[in-house]
């Protein structure tokens, strides 16, 4: 694995890696060949810990929370679920812990506010990463590398925290990562629409298959169920709290996709195939703009 040195005026040599999850364990990973950088690990789960103690390049690896508070440490990743990377800031808050605080969660408002309460040295942050399956034996630097990552400043945190948004970009542009800033509010609006939506109409497709197909129908697709209900596979319990955090978006969104269901029931209900046609063109061009 190569090594690349930090450039000196970027003031990282201790990071922390709250959550060793699929993406905490990538971050870890992404961050590993970087000679003369401190790493330090916490997560709760044995079998993890386990593995990661495994690993010589980690500095220091624990199951327990308050050790991890206590170390060194320059900048910690809170990769933990929402709600949890929630309780940590309000302990962090507690103990006025005084080194830099960023995060991997896929809702942003809920944990800025939270920190903003706490009194951290504080920016959001959220790695545009995922697989369908989840946990330390799936993370792979090559998750976090080259990825588009955003940041989530807010003016009400102070010139601090401008200090440390460049630090976070430098640091993320030594991955090859494509930054981009948005407000807190702001990413929570763009990925209901393009992340969580996807995943609730993933999931409501694999379940309209499921309940009006029976217990047989998955023995029949092909590859265009395979790739509609992808992410619908992935474990439910992160996705819950994603909507339960975003949900006033979600509400809209979810209604503006009824219309648009229902738009195409209508049609299809009176056998307007030019109407459909119209509606199918408009959508397939925008989509065809994609080209990730």
Same mark, same amino acid.
């Given at each position: ?16 890696? /709250? *959550? !060793?999850?699929?993406? @905490? +364990? ?13 790493? %330090? ?76 309460? /706490? *009194? !951290?040295?504080?920016? @959001? +942050? ?13 993370? %792979? ?82 590859? @265009? ?68």
């Amino acid at each position: 694995m190569p090594k690349f040195k930090l450039p000196p005026r970027l003031p990282f040599r201790s990071l922390g890696v /709250a *959550g !060793l999850g699929l993406i @905490g +364990g990538s971050i870890t990973k992404a961050l590993m060949p970087f000679d003369g950088l401190s790493l %330090s690990v916490f997560d709760a789960d044995p079998d993890t810990v386990r593995q990661a103690k495994k690993i010589k390049r980690l500095a220091r690896v624990t199951s327990e929370a308050d050790e991890f508070l206590s170390w060194p440490l320059d900048l910690v990743y809170l990769c933990l679920p929402v709600k949890r990377n929630i309780e940590l800031i309000e302990r962090m808050g507690r103990l006025k812990i005084p080194y830099a605080v960023t995060d991997a969660s896929s809702t942003k408002a809920t944990i800025n506010e939270a920190a903003l309460k /706490a *009194g !951290l040295n504080f920016c @959001g +942050g959220h790695p545009i990463a995922g697989k369908e399956v989840a946990g330390f034996q799936h993370s %792979s630097a090559s998750l976090i590398t080259n990825c588009l990552y955003i940041l989530t400043p807010d003016e009400r945190f102070g010139p601090v925290q401008k200090e440390l948004l460049w630090r976070l970009n430098n640091l993320h542009k030594l991955l090859g990562c494509r930054i981009r800033f948005i407000s807190p509010a702001e990413h929570d609006r763009i990925y209901g629409l393009i992340s969580h939506l996807p995943y609730l109409s993933a999931s409501a497709l694999a379940g309209i298959a499921k309940f009006q197909g029976g217990p047989d129908i998955l023995s029949w697709v092909g590859t @265009g169920f395979k790739d509609s209900t992808r992410v619908g596979a992935s474990p439910p319990a992160k996705w819950v709290e994603v909507a339960m955090e975003n949900s006033e978006n979600l509400v809209d969104y979810l209604g503006s996709l009824m219309e648009v269901l229902d738009r195409l029931r209508q049609i299809i209900g009176r056998r307007d195939q030019d109407a459909l046609m119209d509606l199918l063109n408009e959508i397939s061009a925008f989509r065809r703009q994609l080209t990730l």
